[in-house]
């Protein structure tokens, strides 16, 4: 491999320039903005650094873009990514263009660097130097590319019925993965699942003078009021029923907690905190973390939100909440428990609006694929890497992967603040470039796994 | 007076054009728009139509628009209006543009043309008729036209200060008025005060993607957990101490509730509802309206508010609260036992900005300026008004008037469907013609009040 690594140091400026290239492409598919372009720039690229056939699968979303290298070897690798992102706003608070991909302190900042643009181009990026190394890949590889992602992977189903065949593989890398605050890789063999939700409540047909206030019901007033009974400052969620199906992590599971690496003090420090919620610490933070559901206020707004006193009575108040998810929640269902609970407590008026909803995943850590890369990590980071049981984060792991019995390992190129969905979304070039070799590496070993 | 009459009839169409012209001039204080321009445009009104002696009295906010005439009688009668307005949002709500003031079905439509400039202008033709009827005025005539009135006249405690001889007058002619859905014109001898405040709960330094919702505190939950502390679904305000001013209705003024016209039907059908709060109705719902304070929320936003589902959690959660006051209430009171209620609650942290405080007041209902008042309005309306001992709304009137011992008596030519503060504000033709000659009936009759 070291002539892999040595191809890639050689040709890294080429590597950045792709990259650069397809993040200045927007890409977001909550706005519909720039979609075709950047499908068709993603299946341009695959085309012609791998070789590989592409096709824009259609579905009745943004398309698949789906690459296949066919060797008529035994083992088949799937790489899952996606080439939408996160709309950028709040656009204030960016040091940078969001679609400039600028470099500064040796990082680029752009909207989709860490999330997803930078793992999806380090992936061709490998595969690339493999080929022009070795002139043939020692496996099968297929590039799952989906636009849909950052808005729940709503057409997945539809993709997977629709081309069953092109999901098949004996392995899965996953779209994600970071650097711990200490510089060591992290590996992901899981995520939680989520069920994205908007709740409007109405009151008169139009925005009314205050002083109405005294008679005329306040939607705003009422959304409070209905979220209150779904979440106490304990951080209980109140949904009857909601932890009905939350399984416990068994005891190998709290060991990794323990060797899991989460710097409390950094953390705190580099957002502004005292604390992290409930004042929690140590193990049962990181239990928290990975192990429990989450029932978040993504954004509420009713009335008057700008500058000065504007004294109205809002006609309508709303509220984005993403419920995150652990085995075995099925998001469908909290979505009816939701229902129930509201009707229950006097809120039958209160629509739901139900954006997405994705089941919670875990690969088995026993597995061939896992081992591979968990063993072979050192290899390009010099330390082994940390494992993380399950991310905090979503994905469609269950639909892609586990429902199909292909074991999915997610790592990648962000560091701990990267700062996905938010701005100043950043990679460090340096991990990228590593992150490159460790891609060509598990392509390498994962051929003869199982072999000896 | 019927010349006066006949000259306003005959000059109606020239009177109409000075209100568009007016409203044409956008004037948002909040937004700090077109406010000097709006100041010299209603110096050269009066100036033009009245030959008063106009002032542009300084504060540190926006001038008041002074004017005075003299005329060396006995009696002085004060006009108090505003020339700023609500901002106009949402625009997308409105059938024509805001600052158009076009004519459709016999209404204007404007921002402001209710609040306040259409009163505002009638009050400067009638005294224009009057003069160009009589030749001189029957009482000293005082204009005090302020610029704040929708950010909570902030400096007029600096004008009253600065310019006391300004305020002298043997009773106030107040801002607003509005008929009632029976077509009877409504004259009001109170408002309630009012403390508008902004509540600021801070989270981590900057958005995160959501999935870190697990262990870092969501201000937006925090500021709802907040907020269901201070009023329940009963509408009771929680807040400590909040109800210890609060003066009941005495027997006389329960008895001009029974007689008070609020058209419940008609309300509830125009703004799509099927029942007002608590299910009230009757005296009950009227005694809330006038007599009871509140607490609204005016605006809150925190996080995504845009199209689709954007998994963040917000560094911020802001919300705007107006809360309505009423005899005795003290509005720097009500700002504190708010401090107080927080911190009890474990809301140390949550912020509080206090935009505008002003004093409830009520005029006695036997003073003479309120009799000429009541007893002259059949002579243009045709049938006698109703009393509206309290308005819901609010205004300086404790510190121009109560404090100073000036009667205050309030009447206009809105209606009850003048949309103040909401899209599509307007007045009738109609009203505002008998406006113009309501007002000069008053200054005619107040001259020989108490003289026989």
Known sequence: MDKVYQYIEENKDMYIKWLQELCRQPSVAAQNRGMKETADM??????????AKVELLETS????????????????????????????????????????AEIRDGKIYARGVADNKGNLVARLAAVHAYLNVYGEMPINVKFIFEGEEEIGSVHLDEFK????????????IWEFGYKNPDGRLQVSLGVKGMQYVELRCKGANID????????????????????QTLKNDKEEILIEGFYDRVLKPDEAELELLEEMIYEEEATLKRLDLDNFLLNLTGVPLKEKLIFQPTCTICGIESGYTGEGAKTVLPSEARVKLDFRLVPNQDPAEISKLLR?????????????????????????????????????????????????RMSPGTGPMYILCQELGIPAVSLGVGNDSSQNHAPNENIKVEDYIQGIKMMATIV?????????
């Open 42 to 51: 993603v299946q341009k690229m695959i085309s012609e650094h791998t070789h």
């Open 208 to 227: 009314l003078h205050s002083a109405n206030a005294a008679v005329i019901e306040n939607p705003a007033w009422r959304l409070v009021w209905a979220l």
């Open 340 to 388: 129930n609970h509201l009707d229950k407590h006097g809120f039958e008026d209160i629509e739901i609006i139900t954006f997405t909803g994705e089941h919670p995943a875990k690969t088995d850590i026993h597995d061939p694929l896992v081992q591979t890369v968990l063993q072979n990590v050192e290899k390009v980071y010099g330390r082994p890497p940390t494992i993380n």
């Open 61 to 100: 979303g943004y398309p698949v873009v789906y690459g296949e290298i066919n060797t008529g070897k035994e083992k088949t690798l799937s790489f899952y990514n996606h080439y939408d992102v996160q709309p950028e706003d709040p656009l204030d608070l960016w040091n940078s263009d969001p679609f400039g």
């Open 161 to 172: 019925e629709k081309y069953p065949e092109k999901l098949k593989a004996d392995g899965c």
């Open 444 to 452: 390498h070993e994962f051929a003869h796994t199982g072999k000896d």
